[in-house]
């Protein structure tokens, strides 16, 4: 069967950068799933972005539908015609469902049965129905119309090109007539550009001013970028996002360098880097030392013949913008970081719960109390706690939300707070969200990172505003995640027990307390099920620990680590079983289980050798538990396996005598608590 590249490119005016890449991917998947619903065949597929044009091409499309045959049962035969062999409703039924007439339906089989032999229409035929469906599908969540037309797009159409080898599909769709004719860049090159075939379309275009692969305008970009910081002696600030926006705002990018006056640098780098990067979509730069340098990088559209005019007009227009940040930062620092508390009294943190300042002092407590559990400062807790909300009524955050925290650090050592004090501003946000790497570097910045989280948890769940599916306006799973991460990945001990317990005491008469600090702890201890998944960690390794409720994270996750430990020792499966067993019988028990074991009720030797083997794992393990050694702890009760097999293979638990059993019942129970000391193994089964 014979085989063409196909083209299609539709022309338009400028795409809403941060779209389109999704536009592209949807446009191709469109395309992609019309041909493979209509059987057609091809090689390789392309997508083409840039912002005047979305383009798909497909190599060696098959040119001809193959033919294709259907195949329908209808009723059993004894269903279709009566004792007279007359035809049936349902029989007739069948034969219009197939659109035939009774007599050309195959009546030989069990079953009524109509098969057709449909040939397939050639390929140029069925392409303008997959394209207009695939454009239809785009995920455009607000449609335009242009002009008196009544065709909808994310933007007016302005060309289309589809071609079947050098072929032109005759058809409209969007309003405009396909054809060979696409346009090239709107300065260099505004007059029309003819494709001559699918595969010439990048090389017909380059010759135009335009690079339609957006990867290869990308690596460009990033390529120069990297070249030019390298030239000023510094390193380009390139987030991916803001690369693939600059892409997708130039069809002929070139980056070149510009400068603002040295005075700005007295200016918060951070509030600078914002809004050059948001506003402008500059790309900064830094020195070795990772200070902002005062140069930025800027991608033009165009190849000017006096690119120093771009470079001016960049500057000029940076300009106002860098004057504001100085403005702000000047006007918040004529009063100090904590006068601005005041103002946060007429800020409401949530209408049950109070203002923001309320908050502030809550944080302040809970981080005091944290700090010394941890091995902090409560002063400084306390300090950082109080200061913790303030920037965010300063000109600066109002004008700059993503500078909340980092502007607290720098009025803090502004004021002459002290260094662990001011980074605790900015650390208390951190982890700044699931995949955020960075934590408190400090133990003020972690106690109040954990005091701000824990506070707003028992806050918003003391009002009843739990979580739902879909809906967490207060990112509640998002503070609870932060907890774990910061006490589990900075090694803190903290136990989360009494501290929810002192959070939910703070908030006094405003939350309903009942049951509140289980739901809380509950709620936090959940999450960790979500991280150990995503860590490999079997889910019944994370229920054995969670079965024994630990109040510390860290805690938690040293059980966790040592349970997978043991998981991996040949004794460890017939242990388990064996903690199953003896759960089982325990749970069975009428009454209390003797709390010590009488060696005078014996009357087995493997009795004896149990026993003396639970107490001598028993003073061996001791210590290991006492200093959280619970990998070792566990290796060394795998040495229980052939003692406690013999017991089971000679001994009937179940005695006659009720107090030989009720013996052999307390001996189970020391066997089980010796494992409980670690995690409910009996779970791993």
Partial sequence: MSAQDFLVELGTEELPPKALNTLAEAFLAGIEKGLQAAGLGFEAKQVYAAPRRLAVLITALATQQPDRSINLDGPPRQAAFDAEGNPTQAALGFAKKCGVELSEIDQSGPKLRYSQSIKGKPTASLLPTIVEDSLNDLPIPKRMRWGARKEEFVRPTQWLVMLLGDQVIDCTILAQKAGRESRGHRFHHPETVRISSPASYLDDLRAAYVLADANERRTLISKRTEELARLQEGTAIVPPALLDEVTALVEWPVPLVCSFEERFLDVPQEALIITMQDNQK?????????????????????????????IAGNEKVVRPRLTDAEFFFKQDKKQKLEDFNLRLQNVVFQEKLGSVYDKAERVSKLAAFIAPRIGGDAQRAARAGLLSKC????????????????????????????????????EQYMPRGAGAAELPSTLTGAAVAIADKLDTLVGIFGIGMLPTGSKDPYALRRAALGVLRILIDKKLDLDLTEAVAFAVNAFGSKIKTAGLADQ????????????YEDEGVDVATYLSVRALKPGSALDFDQRVQAVQAFRKLPEAAALAAVNKRVSNLLSKVEGNVPSTVEAKYFDNANEFSLYSAIQQADQA????????????????????????????????VNAEDANVRANRYALLARLRGLFLGVADISLLG
């Fill in 621 to 652: 393990v001791q210590p290991m538990a006492a200093a959280r050694q619970y990998s070792e702890t566990l290796a060394r009760l795998a040495a229980l396996r052939e003692p406690v097999d013999a017991f089971f293979e000679a001994v009937m």
């Fill in 391 to 426: 920037d965010l009524a300063t000109e600066m955050v109002g004008e700059f939300p993503e500078m909340q925290g980092v502007a607290g650090y720098y009025y803090a050592l502004n004021d002459g707070e002290p260094q662990d004090v001011a980074l605790a501003l900015n």
């Fill in 282 to 310: 500059y790309f900064c730069l830094l020195d070795v030392d990772g200070k902002l340098l005062p140069r930025f990088i800027t991608v033009a559209n165009i190849e000017s013949k006096d690119p120093q005019q771009i």
């Fill in 520 to 531: 809380v702890l509950e709620f936090v201890f959940d999450r960790l099920r979500a991280r």
